[in-house]
């Protein structure tokens, strides 16, 4: 599902919902010069990344994924927001921190069945 904007939101696949803004720049891809001003780092130091992390040349691009690779390992001794932050700056898709709980906004335990898809406990009007 697309706004008038363009900006993705709604069921992206069975079960996996995203807000508006969400599922933005997950196939974009950055240049290292790009990558060293969304970080706010020196190009040098994305070049040496690429290279030992990916084996690419400094001419080359990398995805959003190889992106959130780069803020692990350039950024790994900030804090979690400040990596976040960077990877927004850049324009990398930014994966939700509770992302690994799936279906809605909460853990597995506290979601509502109506977000989890349990139709059984949903009542009919």
Same mark, same amino acid.
């Given at each position: 599902?697309? @706004?008038?904007?363009?900006?993705?939101?709604?069921?992206?696949a069975p +079960? #996996?919902?995203?807000? $508006?803004?969400? !599922? %933005?720049? &997950?196939?974009?891809?950055?240049?290292?010069?790009?990558?060293?001003?969304?970080? @706010?780092?020196?190009?040098?130091?994305?070049?040496r990344a690429?290279? +030992? #992390?990916?084996?690419? $040349?400094?001419? !080359? %691009?990398? &995805?959003?994924?190889?992106?959130?690779?780069?803020?692990?390992?350039?950024?790994? @001794?900030?804090?979690?927001?400040?990596?976040?932050?960077?990877?927004?700056?850049?324009?990398?898709?930014?994966?939700?921190?509770?992302?690994?709980?799936?279906?809605?906004?909460?853990?597995?335990?506290?979601e509502s069945?109506?977000?989890?898809?349990?139709?059984?406990?949903?009542?009919?009007?």
């Amino acid at each position: 599902m697309t @706004d008038k904007t363009g900006i993705a939101e709604g069921i992206m696949a069975p +079960g #996996e919902y995203s807000p $508006a803004g969400e !599922a %933005q720049g &997950t196939t974009s891809t950055f240049s290292a010069e790009q990558v060293g001003r969304g970080f @706010d780092v020196a190009v040098d130091r994305v070049y040496r990344a690429m290279e +030992g #992390e990916f084996g690419l $040349a400094p001419s !080359a %691009q990398v &995805t959003s994924h190889q992106a959130q690779h780069l803020a692990e390992v350039i950024l790994g @001794d900030q804090p979690l927001a400040n990596r976040e932050a960077a990877l927004m700056q850049l324009g990398a898709f930014t994966p939700r921190s509770d992302h690994d709980w799936g279906v809605g906004e909460a853990a597995p335990n506290e979601e509502s069945d109506r977000v989890a898809g349990d139709d059984d406990h949903i009542s009919q009007h």
